[in-house]
């Protein structure tokens, strides 16, 4: 009965990994010719989004409905990743993680999140922010580091869910910065003339 008992907590103990594996493998199963597909499409979503006047985290008088318009950064870039990966190379079931690899494929998401700031600081209503930059950045390292540490097929799930906890709080953190920096100043620190 006892061992029943430990089997059981062993195999719950993965439920939350094995889940997001399988999205992931789902993910992989995307021939590479097509895989650019939703990568493209999510970043046109991205640009459409920004080209719009009053974007959630510049209206008046709400902190909340602020914070959770500036965490969308993080939400954004680090999706714009994951779609992504299926570019890198490839083992049996999972993604071949390169030092190589994980700094362009980060760097490339970056650089669209600059050039996403960029073009906020053109739309009237609008403005850029370093702040949103290091919210954007910390969706995708947080994206990064999740993905990286489901390849431990011995991760459980309160392990994963702390991974996740840390995550969302350093995502909210960057969020809330921009947020508050944003309300103090009106605009935020941007080396760029609109």
């Not at 009053?54 to 990743?81: D, R, Y």
Request: aromatic content about 10%.
């Amino acid at each position: 009965m006892k061992l029943g008992l430990e089997a059981q907590d062993a195999e719950e103990q993965q439920v939350w990994p094995e889940a997001l594996r399988r999205m992931g493998r789902g993910l992989l199963r995307v021939p590479r010719r097509f895989a650019w597909l939703p990568a493209l499409a999510w970043a046109g979503l991205i640009f459409a989004l920004s080209s719009h006047h009053a974007p959630l985290g510049k209206l008046p008088g709400n902190f909340p409905i602020s914070l959770l318009g500036n965490a969308a950064h993080a939400f954004e870039f680090g999706v714009l990743l994951l779609l992504l990966v299926p570019f890198l190379p490839r083992s049996s079931n999972w993604v071949i993680w390169t030092p190589f690899s994980s700094c362009v494929l980060s760097v490339l998401v970056f650089l669209y999140a600059v050039t996403d700031e960029v073009h906020q600081s053109r739309v009237p209503g609008r403005d850029a922010s370093l702040l949103d930059l290091c919210t954007d950045l910390a969706g995708i390292l947080c994206v990064y580091w999740v993905v990286r540490r489901l390849e431990n097929e011995r991760l459980t799930s309160k392990e994963l869910k702390v991974i996740l906890g840390r995550a969302v709080v350093l995502c909210l953190a960057c969020a809330a910065a921009a947020t508050v920096w944003g309300r103090i100043w009106l605009d935020g620190p941007w080396p760029f003339p609109a």
